[in-house]
């Protein structure tokens, strides 16, 4: 990891730093990460998968030389999992200790075994402490996926920088992470949790914007072809498709056609690749053949009258 950096201190130099580290924003995403850092206020951020917004997180921790704390969310996710737990085997071997050498003051031996050497922190307890670089990154990913009891347990976390371990008491942070948390909106998040935080929806990227992306993440495609490829995902995603390919499904896509020394798109290569850009059976049956080929033709139509 880096050394610590200073947060940047305007939204120009919260764009600067995005895009130093490769990470093509537009100034809405800008400004809006600029006043959670300056208002140290949690940062929601929704949007379909694949658009970037995890990407954030890990952009902030190399950019700001601060430690990255991830939660991956998943249905079930609960306290033991995500905050802490007590390492029992170690506490019965203290309290087996504590017994063998005689006489034994309960009062005492639950205040030992219920102390801090025992406490197994997860990255809830993780993203409390800071170090010598400041505050983590804390990246609560994907939250949607979680159960409501385990997102209403976050507001605690959230409002104050705090957890509550009945054995020991509250626990504060010296100085708050810099949270993102991120939600492809499999569900709605409760309202409370959201006035906790700063809110922001990354959408997908226009077409220049995404242009920009593919060229800074694969500089090693063409221009002419980098044209090709983003105008057929933006075509894609006009489609009434399952699941409509992501920036980071184009991204793939890019590298893979650039593996394959693939200088213009054609039905042929479309066909034989499009498993990197689609994900769905029913999705890929619905462009193969001559659609692939009219949304091709359609594109490098586009392409040569814009000149």
Known sequence: ???AAALPTSIDATLALLTDAGYVADRSLATVLYLALKMR????LE?????????IAKVLSKTLGRRLVRLQCY???DVSTAVYEWNYPAQMVEIRMAEAAGAVDR???AQSVFSEKFLIKRPVLQALESDATGAPVFLIDELDRADEAFEAFLLEVLADAQVTIPELGTITAAEPPITIITTNRTREIHDALKRRCLYHWVDYPSAEREFEIVRTKVPGVGEQLTREIVGFVQALRGMELFKAPGVAETIDWATALTELDTVALDPAVVGDT???LLKYQDDIARIHGS???RIIDDVKNKLLQAG
């Open 75 to 77: 249905e079930g996710l």
């Open 41 to 44: 206020r949690p940062l929601f």
């Open 274 to 276: 499009i498993g990197v």
């Open 107 to 109: 009062g005492e031996l």
């Open 291 to 293: 659609e692939s080929k």
């Open 1 to 3: 990891m880096t050394a």
């Open 47 to 55: 949007g379909e998968a694949g658009v970037g917004k995890t990407e």
